[in-house]
């Protein structure tokens, strides 16, 4: 879909990759048909709208955004994170019938920890650029990611008092690795860290924070 808007509203010249985007598209679509008869049958009309509704609207928004070369925008990233991990919505849609009251809450701290990693990540960028440049470096994104992870302490220390430990667990467990990350940003070989091991590091934490979490849910 990228690779088609850009065909019709940038490119003036005919790609050679349209051809086969226009093929993949429509492979796609097939299956998305197929795949929405099988919901019809299955989910309650309401989901279906409302689910369709965002889908269709994240989509475009992305290829918008990707058009125009605005797919790093720290806002977009943290809305594709809520769009992404209320695919945990659909599963318990599938699973059950209906959502589930805790699968609400698996949706949200999903959500609260991608949106924390990305402005960790962001505060990275910004700490490598800064420590190439002589001009004073920026703390916006290292402000807002220590917002956001004082918001998932928070959280941890109500799920503590409500007695979910393992949901306190895996959100502290988030707090400290994200975190440390934030506090190695402030040494310059901390800074020099490569990015595909601060990524395999970040992945590996959502994975155990994900683990945990559905513990403290089960």
Not at 38 to 62: E, F, K, Q, R
Request: hydrophobic share 60%.
């Amino acid at each position: 879909m990228v690779v088609l808007a850009r065909q019709r509203f940038v490119w003036k010249q005919r790609h050679l990759e349209t051809n086969v985007a226009a093929q993949w598209l429509t492979g796609w679509m097939v299956v998305l048909f197929i795949s929405g008869l099988v919901l019809v049958i299955t989910w309650p009309l309401t989901a279906i709208l409302a689910m369709g509704l965002g889908v269709c609207l994240s989509s475009t928004l992305a290829v918008a955004i990707h058009v125009k070369n605005r797919q790093r925008s720290t806002l977009f990233q943290v809305a594709s994170a809520a769009a992404l991990t209320s695919s945990s919505l659909a599963t318990s849609l599938s699973a059950t019938g209906a959502i589930a009251p805790w699968c609400w809450w698996l949706w949200l701290l999903m959500a609260m920890q991608a949106a924390a990693g990305i402005l960790v990540v962001h505060a990275r960028l910004d700490a490598r650029i800064a420590s190439r440049l002589p001009a004073p470096s920026r703390d916006r994104f290292r402000r807002a990611a220590q917002v956001s992870l004082s918001a998932l302490a928070c959280a941890a220390l109500t799920a503590a008092i409500l007695g979910r430990g393992w949901i306190a667990l895996a959100l502290l467990v988030v707090v400290i690795g994200y975190g440390y990350d934030l506090r190695s940003q402030r040494d310059p070989a901390g800074i020099q860290l490569p990015l595909r091991t601060v990524g395999q590091r970040a992945l590996a934490l959502s994975f155990l924070f994900s683990v945990l979490l559905m513990i403290g849910l089960w």
